[in-house]
C-alpha cells in the first residue's frame, strides 16, 4: 500500500495482536493497544485504549494518526458476560470506524466463524451469515458496522493454533499439549467441525492485505476440515503425545457447547487466489509450530 507508514494494532496484549505488532513492526511503524494487561504484548511502549470509551478512542488515534488499523481487541468465546461482549465488540467496534470514517484510515477487523449457523460448513467468503450465539451475533453486527468504513478488510478466521505468552489464554492445541503432558484426560468433539488456522498465516494475509489494500472479506483457514477429535489425534502425531489421554465426546455431554454451532470452518481458495498466497496445511502448520518450539 502506497504512502503507508503507521499501523495500529488495538488489542495488541492478546493472542493474535501481540504477533500482528510483531509480524508488521519489520516493515511500518507499529504501535498497539492494551485495556487491562500492559505486559500482554511483546509491544515497548504500548498505548492504553479503552475501545468502548469513545473519547479515549477518538484522543488515541488523532494523536497517533494511522493510515492503517488492525482492529484486534474483542470478548472472545469464552466469556459468560454478553452485556461486556456486546459494549466491547459491536459499540467498541463502532468507535473505531466512526475514525476511520473522519479520517479515511483503512481498517483490518478480525472476525470469525461464528457469524454463520454451523449447519453447513466450509463457509466461503461470499455465505450469508446468520450467527446463533452470542459471540457470533456481536462480531457479525461488527462486521456490519466495519462495512461502513470506505476502506476496509474482514478477516475471518477459525480456531486459531500457535504458542501464546504466559499472559495470554492457550487455544486449543496448547491446551491438548499441556493436559496430556500432566498426564491428565481431554475428551475431543467428534460432532464439532473447524478449519484449525495457524497464526502465522493470518499474520502472512494481515501483512498481504496491507500490502495490496485489498479490501472486501477474506477467509484464513487451511483445506483441512476436521472434527476435534480427529483434529486432537493429528496434534498428538505431530508433538508425539500419548493419545490414550484422548477421549471420544460429543458436544451434547458438554453444558458449554450447548447452543453454540457445530459445522463451522472456513473456506479460503478465493482470499488465496486474490491475495497470491497458499495457506499452510494442517500438517505443514502443526509441524512448523512444533519445530518453533521455545527449548
Ligand atoms: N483466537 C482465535 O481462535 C480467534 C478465532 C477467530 C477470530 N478471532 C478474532 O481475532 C481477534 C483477536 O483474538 P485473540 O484470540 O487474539 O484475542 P485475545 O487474546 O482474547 O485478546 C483480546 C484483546 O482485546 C483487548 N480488549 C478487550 N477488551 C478491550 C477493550 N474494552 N478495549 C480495548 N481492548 C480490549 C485485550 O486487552 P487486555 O488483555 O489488555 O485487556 C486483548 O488485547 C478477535 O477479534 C477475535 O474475535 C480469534
Redo the contacts with the bound molecule.
Keep these: 500500500m502506497e504512502n503507508m507508514n503507521k499501523v495500529l494494532v488495538?488489542?495488541?496484549?492478546?493472542?493474535?495482536?501481540a504477533n500482528v505488532v510483531g509480524r508488521l513492526s519489520t516493515r511500518y511503524h507499529v504501535l498497539g493497544?492494551?485495556?487491562?494487561?500492559?505486559k500482554?504484548?511483546e509491544n515497548p511502549d504500548p498505548y492504553h485504549?479503552?475501545?468502548?470509551d469513545k473519547a479515549e478512542t477518538q484522543r488515541v488515534i488523532r494523536e497517533i494518526k494511522p493510515e492503517c488499523i488492525v482492529?484486534?481487541?474483542?470478548?472472545?468465546t469464552t466469556s459468560q458476560d454478553q452485556y461486556l461482549t456486546r459494549?466491547?465488540?459491536v459499540e467498541?467496534t463502532r468507535n473505531i470506524v466512526d475514525c476511520c470514517l473522519e479520517r479515511g484510515i483503512k481498517l483490518v477487523f478480525?472476525?470469525?466463524?461464528?457469524v454463520f449457523d454451523g449447519n453447513l460448513g466450509r463457509y466461503r467468503e461470499d455465505a450469508v451469515p446468520n450467527p446463533i450465539e452470542g459471540y457470533g451475533q456481536t462480531?457479525h453486527e461488527a462486521e456490519t458496522a466495519v462495512g461502513k468504513a470506505p476502506r476496509h478488510c474482514i478477516v475471518?478466521?477459525?480456531?486459531?493454533y500457535g504458542w501464546e505468552t504466559p499472559s495470554?489464554?492457550p487455544?486449543f492445541v496448547t491446551r491438548l499439549i499441556q493436559e496430556i503432558r500432566s498426564k491428565r484426560n481431554f475428551k475431543a468433539f467428534t460432532d464439532i467441525f473447524r478449519t484449525p488456522?495457524a497464526l502465522e498465516d493470518i499474520l502472512l494475509a494481515i501483512e498481504r492485505i496491507i500490502d495490496l489494500d485489498h479490501s472486501g472479506i477474506a477467509h484464513v483457514a487451511p483445506p483441512d476440515y476436521v472434527n476435534m477429535y480427529d483434529f486432537a489425534q493429528r496434534v498428538a502425531d505431530i508433538f508425539e503425545l500419548d493419545k490414550s489421554y484422548i477421549l471420544l465426546g460429543n458436544s451434547l455431554e458438554s453444558e458449554r457447547e450447548r447452543g453454540k454451532p457445530k459445522k463451522l470452518g472456513l473456506d479460503s481458495k478465493a482470499t488465496q487466489g486474490a491475495l497470491g498466497i497458499r495457506f499452510r496445511n494442517l500438517l505443514e502448520g502443526l509441524d512448523e509450530m512444533k519445530s518453533s518450539q521455545r527449548k
Excluded: E
Design positions: 488495538t488489542g495488541a496484549s492478546g493472542f493474535i495482536g493497544t492494551y485495556n487491562n494487561s500492559p500482554g504484548g485504549l479503552d475501545i468502548t482492529h484486534c481487541a474483542a470478548i472472545g459494549r466491547v465488540n467498541g478480525l472476525s470469525t466463524d461464528f462480531k475471518r478466521t477459525s480456531l486459531v495470554q489464554h487455544n488456522s
